[in-house]
């Protein structure tokens, strides 16, 4: 017989914690539910207790929130369970952002059963194709966290088995749809397969003015641009690899490149600004 998970959760709620209680109840995965925690002194000794393998977390606490905590039993650590991040919808947008960059898990309240079976699930996946450690990613949150959230420089790839490769944005040269999946190619010639779908990346890198769209299924670092032929929306990468713009996005780039033409020399991105755009035969 399989053991159950032992899982925890950290919630200042009362009526949180009876409606969690009454999920766990409910769950066709066997767990034990061995610890609950309403105050920073609880969550720590959660956070670092090494018979609990799994733990819910409110990002609110009582005049904090649980980043304080999980900072300090970091640097005190190790970090024992595997974390998912409790979170009302349309709240904390920034630290959710920044849980989705380090690929840790996360429920939106009110949570339902389905919801905390998948995490559940997920974790399961994880425990059994690949290591467990979550210091990287949670390195990355807090580093996150601590600094400007609109200008990141890495990001957690997730990729099959459960294993998370961390990558500094400035490498990656494109992201490539593929099905239900992503390619993640880099500059060294590396492609990573992601077993996030493309809109996870368009939604995470929206705001991020490095990455521009170029077609429903290619999202390109300009930085790693060499040149684009606006005639035929050939759009050619210092890797010497070659993407086709698609029409409705062909507009927008050439704007984007046009208008950013001094920020982007001044910035180093393009070594060559004449070669930037052809005009291709008339």
Known sequence: MTSPIQIAIVEDNADNIETFQYVVSQLTTPVHLAAVASDEVGAFSILTHPGIELVFLDIQLRNTTIFSVLERAFKEGPISPELVFLTAHGSFENAVKAIQYACLDFVTKPFHTTDIENSLQRYLAKKQNSTTNQQPEIGLLLQLLKNDMHTPKSMAIQLSRGIIELVDLHLITYIEADENISMVYLADGQCL????????????????????????????????????????????????????????????????????????????????????????PK
């Not at 769209?213 to 790693?224: D, F, M």
């Not at 010497?240 to 507009?251: T, Y």
């Not at 950013?260 to 930037?276: C, H």
């Open 193 to 280: 397969h992601s077993n996030k779908n493309f809109g996870h990346y368009l939604s995470l890198l929206s705001d991020n003015l490095d990455f521009i769209q170029i077609s429903k299924s290619y999202l390109v670092n300009v930085a790693h641009i060499r040149q684009y032929n606006h005639q035929d929306k050939s759009l050619k990468l210092k890797t010497d690899q070659s993407l086709i713009v698609s029409h409705r996005f062909s507009r927008e780039l050439h704007r984007f490149l046009l208008s950013n033409q001094k920020q982007l020399l001044s910035e180093g991105k393009f070594d060559f600004i004449k070669n930037l755009f052809k005009s291709g």
